[in-house]
């Protein structure tokens, strides 16, 4: 039997409508992404970053520099919204963009020195969000929990583009 959370929020939870009920899944999924966004930003504050930019660092010390159209295809938003992300990174010190050498119409995105310097920092951030995120639960329950969020990962993929594809 499926429960879905309904009422004001108590002890952290967030505020959900009885509306929600005909989708549990998605009621309980959209409860928990928006409690551990709330735990993210709070880590993320430390070092200065709010979510998501943390992810846009991360895909630059593993692929190296980008173009920024690029980056915004690979996280799936607008270019405007990922010039601010980028300006704000830049304004920081943690990234800088520069024309690409082979398009000098397009900007390339690279990590700095300062935004480098953070990898070690973020990864115990990560590791302490995922420490409080998965609590107590069993190396098994943690297991199916992966699974079904691989699940869960892989309908929406198929759902998100067929949606994409209906769209154009």
Known sequence: ???????????GRVPTSTAASAGPVSNALIRATRLHMILARY??????LH???ELLLM?????????????????GTDSASMTRTVQRLERAGFVRR???????????????KAGT???GRIEELWAELEAQTVGDLSQAQLGQLLLGLQ????NLSLATESARVARS
């Open 43 to 48: 880590l993320l504050q430390r070092v200065g």
């Open 151 to 154: 699940h869960l990962e892989e």
């Open 98 to 112: 520069r024309p690409d050498p082979s398009d000098g119409r397009a900007t390339m995105v690279e990590s700095t």
């Open 1 to 11: 039997m499926l429960v879905v959370a309904t009422g004001p929020a108590s002890h």
């Open 117 to 119: 310097a953070l990898r």
């Open 59 to 75: 895909h630059l010390w593993d692929a190296g520099p980008q173009r920024q159209t690029d980056l915004a295809s690979e996280f």
């Open 51 to 53: 979510p998501g930019q």
